[in-house]
C-alpha cells in the first residue's frame, strides 16, 4: 500500500515536538516529506532567515545543501552531515517506516566549533549584509559537538519514528476497518441481491414459504404465498386459522392430522390438497414441511413450502383422459401393439399374441425377425422401412407373416420411432388378411400418433421436437442450394401478468390468438412452432434476407398489436430475428443452434429495450 507520511504522522503532535525542543537547543529543526515538502519547522537561526536564504547567491547554496543532504539519505546513510558554504553545519537522518523512506529530519544552522568570523566578515562584504547586525545575528548560531548532536538525532529518530509508527498503526486499523466495512456492504448487496433472486424464484416456480414460531405463536408468509392464496397481504392477516379457512373443507382434518403427527413423530411431511378460492375455484397445492425442536424435544419452529400444482394437476387428468383412451385402443381386440427396443420386443399387448399365436409374455425378449415369414422378408422390409423412418419418423407397410403354428398372414404394418436412433420403435399391427376395413383405421390411429409426437396439443402447432425435425429438412436444402436462412422468436410481453390478472384460461386464449395469427399472417411454406411457453418460432423459406425476414415479423407484431382480445383488451409481443447463409459443409444441427442463439439473443434486446419490437441479431 502507497502512503505518504502526513497520512500517518500526526503532523500537530510533530511541530508541538519541535516547539518544545526549540528553548532547550537553539538550533532549527524540520521534518520534510520525500518531495520536498515542509511538514513541520520551529527555531530557523536569524542568519539564515534574514541574510542566507534572501541573497540569491547565498540562497543557492543553501538548496545546494538542501540537495545534498537528501541525496545522501537517498544512499541510505543512517545520517549525513553537511557543511553548507554559508559557513553554517546541517544534518539529517531518514525517516523509514516499514522500510519505505517516507520523510526526512534536519537539524541545521549550528557550528560544531568556533567561527572564522574573518570568513563571516569578509562573506558580509562580499554580499552586502550589514556587517555589525550579521555577526550579532552568527552569535546566536549555537555551537555544537559532533557527538552531541549524534545524541538528539537518537533522540529524535526514537521519538518520530514512535509517532510515526503509532500513526502507521492506526493508518493500519483504518484501512482494516475500511475494508471490513467494505466487506459488509458487499455482503450485504449480496444477500439482498439472493433475497431478490430467491423471491423471483419463488415467483417464477409458484413456490411459497412459510415459518411459524411456535413458542410466540408467529406465522410468516413469503409474498408468493399471498399470491397463491389470492389474498391481499394488506387486509389478510397470515395466521394458521385463516390458513384453514382457505383449505377446502373436506382435506382440513386432513392436512391439520399430517402438521400434528409430525410434531409427534419429529418427522417431516409433505402432503399435496385442495384449496377454495373466495369465488369458488379450486386450487391444488403441495405442502412440506420441517420442525425444530429444542435438546428437550419441545417445538420450536416449523418451516415449510407451499407449491401451487393446479396445472400439473390439469395435466396429469388430461393424461389420465388420454391414457384412457389409449388403454382403451391398445384392448381393441383386432389391433395389435408391440414395444421394440434394439430389434427386441419388450411388451406386446394381448390382440397382438393372439394374432401370432402365442402365449401371454412368450414373445418379450423374442428377436423382431420370429413373426417374419422368411430371412428375406425380414431384411428387405429393414432395408425398406429403416430410411423411412429416419426421414418420416413413421413407417407403414404391408408384411407377410408366420404364426407359432407356421402358419402364413398378412398384416398391415405402421411402425413409429420413439428415439433419434431408432433404437426403439412401437408398432401397430392389423390383420389385413380378414378385414380390409380395419387398414383406414389403423392411418387414423397413426396420424394421432404422429399429431401427438410433433405438435403441441393446445395451439396445433409443431412442437419443439416437431419444429427441430422440420428445422433439419429446411437447412440440408438451404446448404445444398445455398441460400440464407431467416428465423424469428416471437415472446409475449407480460404474459404472466396476464395469467395473474386473468387466469390461465385467458392466458391459453392469448397463446392461441398469437398462434393463430402466425399462420394467418405467415406463408403456407412458413415453419411455424410453440417453442414453450409463451415462446413462439417462425423458420421462413429459403432465400428470406434480412430485411424481408425484418418485414416478416414486424406484420406479426403489428396485427397482434392491432387487434384486442376480448375480455384481455391489447397485447404485444417483441421478436428476435436472425439471418445466416449456411455452407455445404456445416453442420445442421449447428446451424439451427446458431440461428436460434442469435434469434433468442435479438429477442433479449428487444425485451430489455421496451418490448413491442422486434429487432434483428444484425443489428445490435
Not at 553537511?82 to 523512506?101: E, R, S
Not at 402365442?358 to 418379450?364: A, H, K, R
Amino acid at each position: 500500500m502507497n502512503y505518504k507520511f502526513s497520512e500517518i504522522a500526526d503532523i500537530k503532535m510533530l511541530q508541538d515536538l519541535l516547539d518544545g525542543f526549540a528553548p532547550l537547543y537553539p538550533v532549527a529543526t524540520a521534518i520534510l516529506d520525500v518531495d520536498g515538502e515542509i511538514l513541520a519547522a520551529s527555531n530557523w537561526r536569524r542568519i539564515c532567515t534574514a541574510y542566507h536564504r534572501v541573497e540569491p547567491t547565498t540562497s543557492q547554496r543553501c538548496l545546494e545543501s538542501d540537495t545534498a543532504l537528501a541525496n545522501g539519505l537517498s544512499e541510505q546513510k543512517e545520517y549525513n552531515v553537511y557543511k553548507c558554504k554559508n559557513g553554517l553545519v546541517d544534518v539529517a537522518f531518514p525517516i523509514i517506516i516499514d522500510g519505505k523512506h517516507l520523510a526526512n529530519f534536519f537539524i541545521g544552522q549550528f557550528l560544531f566549533e568556533e567561527p572564522d568570523r574573518e570568513y563571516f566578515i569578509n562573506q558580509a562584504k562580499t554580499f552586502g549584509f550589514d556587517t555589525s547586525d550579521y555577526l550579532k545575528a552568527l552569535d546566536e548560531v549555537k555551537v555544537i559537538p559532533e557527538q552531541e548532536i549524534k545524541n538528539l538525532l537518537e533522540f529524535f529518530a526514537k521519538q518520530v519514528n514512535i509517532l510515526a509508527k503509532l500513526g502507521k498503526a492506526n493508518l493500519d486499523e483504518q484501512n482494516i476497518n475500511a475494508k471490513l466495512e467494505q466487506k459488509v456492504q458487499a455482503r450485504t448487496v449480496e444477500l439482498e441481491k439472493i433475497n431478490q433472486l430467491l423471491k423471483k424464484s419463488q415467483e417464477i416456480a409458484n413456490l411459497g414459504i412459510w415459518e411459524l414460531d411456535i413458542v410466540n405463536n408467529k406465522l410468516y408468509w413469503s409474498d408468493e404465498i399471498f399470491k397463491i392464496f389470492e389474498k391481499n397481504k394488506k387486509n389478510f392477516s397470515a395466521s394458521y386459522e385463516g390458513f384453514i379457512e382457505v383449505v377446502h373443507p373436506d382435506d382440513r382434518e386432513l392436512v391439520s392430522s399430517a402438521y400434528e403427527n409430525s410434531i409427534v413423530t419429529k418427522e417431516k411431511y409433505q402432503i399435496a390438497h385442495r384449496l377454495i378460492m373466495d369465488d369458488g375455484r379450486i386450487k391444488w397445492v403441495e405442502e412440506q414441511c420441517e420442525t425444530e425442536f429444542d435438546s428437550q424435544g419441545n417445538a420450536l419452529k416449523s418451516i415449510g413450502t407451499v407449491y401451487d400444482i393446479t396445472r400439473r394437476k390439469e395435466v396429469e387428468e388430461l393424461l389420465q383422459e388420454t391414457l384412457d383412451k389409449q388403454n382403451a385402443i391398445l384392448k381393441v381386440e383386432n389391433v395389435g401393439f408391440a414395444f421394440t427396443k434394439k430389434r427386441k420386443f419388450t411388451w406386446v399387448n394381448s390382440a397382438f399374441e393372439n394374432m401370432f399365436g402365442y402365449d401371454n409374455g412368450e414373445l418379450v425378449g423374442k428377436s423382431t425377425r420370429t413373426i417374419y415369414a422368411s430371412d428375406e422378408g425380414y431384411r428387405y422390409y429393414g432395408k425398406v422401412g429403416y430410411p423411412k423412418l429416419v426421414e418420416n419418423g413413421v413407417y407403414n407397410q404391408e408384411v407377410e407373416c408366420i404364426r407359432k403354428d407356421g402358419s402364413h398372414f398378412t398384416i398391415l404394418a405402421s411402425m413409429t420411432a420413439l428415439t433419434n436412433d431408432l433404437s426403439e420403435a412401437v408398432g401397430v399391427f392389423v390383420d389385413v388378411t380378414e378385414a380390409t376395413e380395419l387398414r383406414k383405421q389403423l392411418e387414423e390411429i397413426n396420424q394421432q400418433l404422429a399429431e401427438r409426437a410433433n405438435r403441441d396439443f393446445l395451439t396445433k402447432l409443431y412442437n419443439r421436437r416437431g419444429f427441430e425435425e422440420r428445422c433439419k429438412e429446411v437447412i440440408e436444402f438451404a446448404k445444398r442450394e445455398g441460400s440464407k436462412i431467416s428465423i424469428a422468436m416471437f415472446d409475449v410481453d407480460h404474459f404472466k401478468k396476464v395469467n395473474d390478472t386473468f387466469g390461465h384460461d385467458e392466458g391459453d386464449k392469448v397463446l392461441k390468438f398469437v398462434a393463430d395469427t402466425l399462420v394467418d399472417i405467415g406463408r403456407k411454406s412458413d415453419i411455424i412452432g410453440r417453442y414453450g411457453g409463451e415462446e413462439f418460432i417462425l423458420l421462413m423459406p429459403p432465400k428470406t434476407d434480412v430485411e424481408e425476414s425484418i418485414i416478416a415479423a414486424e406484420r406479426v407484431r403489428l396485427s397482434i398489436q392491432n387487434n384486442p382480445i376480448d375480455n384481455i383488451g391489447k397485447i404485444t409481443i417483441s421478436a428476435g430475428v436472425a439471418t445466416i447463409f449456411p455452407n455445404p459443409n456445416d453442420d445442421t444441427k449447428q446451424i439451427a443452434d446458431i440461428l436460434r442463439k442469435q434469434a433468442d439473443k435479438a429477442l433479449y434486446y428487444a425485451k430489455e429495450n421496451g418490448r413491442n419490437r422486434v429487432v434483428h441479431s444484425d443489428k445490435l
